[in-house]
């Protein structure tokens, strides 16, 4: 009986062992079968572009739309050339040069008859015609071909203005030539560096212009510009234009008043407003009897005044002591 039993185990034993020799073998053949399939490669296709052509007229088929052509484009306007004018370096002009980190280069030049500026280790350098920092980028680009600074920052700086100056002259009250620029291109700003009108200037002023060697004159009514309102009448100046401020009307007071001398007449002055711009009658003066001395062609006429007649220009008034 118990011989039955143990050969019963044998046989359950080795049925266990197979089945799991069989397992391990299957394991393995898969196994093996994986590594054996071949790798599949993915081979990019790159798409071939085909360029197209612009259709022209000729390969345009007959009754196809055809497109307009572009309009051109109009340039862009410059900027002003009158103000650009009155900014740029000229002969003459005395100009001040700094290149950053490089105080060695540091120059004071002035614009020969050439338009150049002499500058170390450049030259000569052509600056007629350009703005101070058009000079300073035509200095810096030269001073890199050269390879003499490394990223120059040029710096071009006026000193003093002589190629594009004016002359004011006559009764201003401080007369010479003084430089145009953007702020002081029109006459009235002229006449106000000039330090305005001399108490005995007049509101005529003559302007002379010399232009494409043709000489002009214009007589300016300043009273026009700020009375009436005529802007047209504050014309903007060129270089080289010559200013000339009249002597204005003036009458004479003298006699018995505190402050004698010659005065400028106003319209419809009064012989009381031109005593009175004399400062008055002394204690010893008196206004009865007063006397206006006229010139009328070529003599003197001697008349009788009253306080309310109106003078005229070279007028001489006399205030006449009094007896008592």
């Known amino acids: 009986m118990s011989t039955q039993r143990t050969e019963i185990k044998r046989q359950e034993l080795l049925s266990s062992r197979l089945a799991a020799g069989a397992l391990v073998v299957l394991s393995m053949a898969l196994v093996t079968a994986a590594r054996a399939e071949p790798v599949t490669r993915y081979t990019t296709h790159v798409a071939r572009v085909t360029p197209i052509t612009q259709p022209t007229a000729s390969t345009l088929p007959e009754g196809s739309f055809r497109t307009a052509a572009a309009a051109p484009v109009a340039p862009a306007r410059s900027a002003d050339a009158g103000n650009i004018a009155l900014e740029s370096l000229g002969m003459g002009d005395m100009v001040r040069i700094t290149v950053f980190r490089n105080p060695d280069l540091t120059t004071e030049a002035r614009v020969s008859e050439r338009g150049t500026v002499l500058f170390p280790m450049i030259g000569e350098v052509p600056v007629a015609g350009l703005t101070p920092s058009q000079a300073g980028r035509r200095i810096a680009d030269k001073l890199t071909a050269g390879r003499y600074v490394v990223n120059p920052e040029v710096t071009v700086s006026m000193m003093q203005v002589n190629s594009r100056q004016v002359s004011v002259l006559g009764n201003v009250n401080k007369p010479g030539r003084y430089p145009l620029d953007t702020q002081t291109a029109h006459l009235t700003d002229v006449i106000a560096v000039a330090g305005g009108l001399s108490p005995t200037g007049s509101d005529e002023v003559t302007v002379v212009s010399n232009k494409d060697g043709k000489t002009?004159?214009?007589?300016?009514?300043?009273?026009?510009?700020?009375?009436?309102?005529?802007?047209?009448?504050?014309?903007?100046?060129?270089?080289?234009?010559?200013?000339?401020?009249?002597?204005?009307?003036?009458?004479?007071?003298?006699?018995?008043?505190?402050?004698?001398?010659?005065?400028?007449?106003?319209?419809?002055?009064?012989?009381?407003?031109?005593?009175?711009?004399?400062?008055?009658?002394?204690?010893?003066?008196?206004?009865?009897?007063?006397?206006?001395?006229?010139?009328?062609?070529?003599?003197?006429?001697?008349?009788?005044?009253?306080?309310?007649?109106?003078?005229?220009?070279?007028?001489?008034?006399?205030?006449?002591?009094?007896?008592?």
């Open 216 to 324: 002009t004159k214009r007589d300016v009514d300043l009273a026009q510009i700020f009375d009436g309102g005529d802007v047209s009448q504050n014309i903007e100046l060129l270089p080289g234009d010559t200013v000339y401020v009249h002597k204005a009307p003036m009458v004479y007071v003298y006699g018995e008043v505190q402050k004698g001398g010659a005065y400028r007449v106003e319209p419809n002055m009064t012989v009381m407003q031109a005593i009175a711009m004399g400062g008055g009658v002394t204690p010893r003066g008196t206004l009865r009897g007063l006397k206006i001395s006229r010139r009328e062609g070529g003599s003197v006429r001697e008349i009788n005044a009253h306080l309310t007649d109106t003078v005229k220009p070279d007028d001489v008034v006399y205030v006449s002591e009094s007896l008592f």
